[in-house]
């Protein structure tokens, strides 16, 4: 076992090490947000034109749209003030074919406004003009709430003619060829702006949300006047960070493992996403896996036998890492599926590999989060900061192991954390619902404006 452990050294990172890494993130989300140094910034700290996190007082009818991988789901949300509570009245899943995903992006606008009718007309909802949030999990650059320009296609996706376009257009241009229904607004929404929108309705003090699932993410309310590339000193804006480009200029070099490296240059995006690449769903078990094979490889495993499943790319999933470390049963019987003879110390050795992986995700995870929970504190000059984050992914769900490292990393921060209830969903309709908020608000003060200049006019 003394041998194993020297193995997983590397991925043991010390106190002072996180503190490194949390203010070499500090220093990168600054760039991120300069005007004239977020284009070679990392961490691209992108501005989602929401304004504001819930009061509490919205309220009515909202549609979601959520449109991220081979499927589209489509959502209708009643937000209730007086109940304080969102409820999903229904939803539908929308399959997207393989010949329009490599099609024409109107045929895609086409297809997904004639699900949107359907569903619609089951809902009874036709006769109504209603608000929309989208939920487009595809890097875009945000002009504005409704205005959102395609960089790439990712996923499998590659219609023709959006990549450079607004989308939004693109999707209202389809209602409108239609014409048999109308929407009111659309407000674009990130995944991660949901979660921590679907988790401020019921709690108000909520202000970051992150993500930790098959990437991860995180996003915060920032001071206006610190966002640089978006005109206006008042207020907040959520900053979308894309954190998991963090050390994507080699600024974490020195905590890489050699394992770390192989999994990045066998991915699909070398060089890319390294930070996300250390944490999220998508990667830990192939990492796991590889240690496995090396530590099988010094005969301290298996009695040095490699199986032909251990010996494939990706056969050992991240699930296993959560089922192994509930327990040496699950170890067994994962062990035996992966066609290995194993005995009892062997098992014992694969927990201890599983646990310092997922640990190593969530005190990495718990650094960076803590970068952005003072960042706040800071920002507003307060001796003590009192913040809920909104949470969602599967990793999270099953490693909650965060909060202990967050106590000795933010000692001037009390933080909660509270799951979020589909963020891509509900949150997205909570974003609608506050940008209409701020809407009317904007009127209705424009308007008492008015009538002051009016009586001001009759007094002189």
Known sequence: LKCVKQ??????????????????????????????????????????????????????????????????????????????????MDSQLCAIPQEIMLGTGEQLFDHIAACLSEFLDSQNLKGQTLPMGFTFSFPCEQKEIDKSILIRWTKGFNCSGVEGEDVVKLLKEAIHRRGDYDISSVAMVNDTVG????????????????????????????????????????????????????GDDGSLEDILTEFDKVVDRTSINPGVHTFEKMISGMYLGEIVRLVLMKLTEKKLLFKGEVSEALRTKETFETKFISMIEDGLENAKKILTELGLTWDLVDARVVRLVCETISSRSARLCAAALATIVDRIRVNRGLPHLKTTVGVDGTVYKKHPKMQPSMHFLTPDCKIKFLVSEDGSGKGAAMVTAVAQRLALQSRLLEESDGEEDEEEKVRS
């Open 7 to 88: 193995h997983l050294i590397p991925f043991r990172l010390s106190l002072e090490k996180l503190k490194v890494v949390s203010t070499r993130l500090r220093k990168d989300m600054i760039r991120g947000l300069g005007k004239h140094t977020h284009h070679r910034a990392a961490v691209k700290m992108l501005p989602t034109f929401v304004r504001a996190t819930p009061d509490g007082t919205e309220k009515g009818d909202f549609l979601a749209l959520d449109l991220g991988g081979t499927n589209f789901r489509v959502l209708h949300v009643r937000v209730m003030e007086e109940e304080q509570k969102m409820v999903k």
């Open 195 to 246: 979660t921590m929108m679907s988790c401020g309705y019921r709690d108000q003090t909520c202000e970051i949300g992150m993500i930790i699932g098959t990437g991860t993410n995180a996003c915060y309310m920032e001071e206006m006047k610190n966002v640089k590339r978006v005109e206006g000193e008042d207020g907040q804006m959520c900053i979308n960070t894309e954190w998991g480009g963090f």
